[in-house]
Nanobody
Framework: QVQLVESGGGLVQAGGSLRLSCAAS????????MGWFRQAPGKEREFVAA????????IYADSVKGRFTISRDNGKNTASLQMNSLKPEDTAVYYC?????????????????WGQGTQVTVSS
């Protein structure tokens, strides 16, 4: 079992930045790929970014590439999502997830563990 708790969400103006954190406990965190997903009201959950267990290869959705950066600290059992140049369309609940294996995964069915989500609201 892996327990995930997100933090760092909030309200920010367009063009601003936020940093989301995901604290993991339980099963060996460093052996699992990690991902961030988001879900806006009335929309399906969508992939945002993912990182492998080591040395940390990353994948990004085209909509966030160049603006968001995913990272992890295996020593602290944390994963982060640095979000810059935020846009109103980035408004959503953001979820941290731990994959079934060590790789960075795009599809949500590749993840077994999910956090409770944190709200990000970007005002125009």
């Amino acid at each position: 079992q892996v327990q995930l708790v997100e933090s760092g969400g909030g309200l920010v103006q367009a063009g601003g930045s936020l940093r989301l954190s995901c604290a993991a406990s339980g099963r060996t965190f460093s052996s699992l790929g990690m991902g961030w997903f988001r879900q806006a009201p009335g929309k399906e959950r969508e992939f945002v970014a993912a990182i492998s267990w080591s040395p940390g290869s990353t994948i990004y959705a085209d909509s966030v590439k160049g603006r968001f950066t995913i990272s992890r600290d295996n020593g602290k059992n944390t994963a982060s999502l640095q979000m810059n140049s935020l846009k109103p369309e980035d408004t959503a609940v953001y979820y941290c997830a731990a994959a079934r294996g060590p790789n960075a995964v795009i599809r949500d069915y590749g993840y077994d563990y999910w956090g409770q989500g944190t709200q990000v609201t970007v005002s125009s």
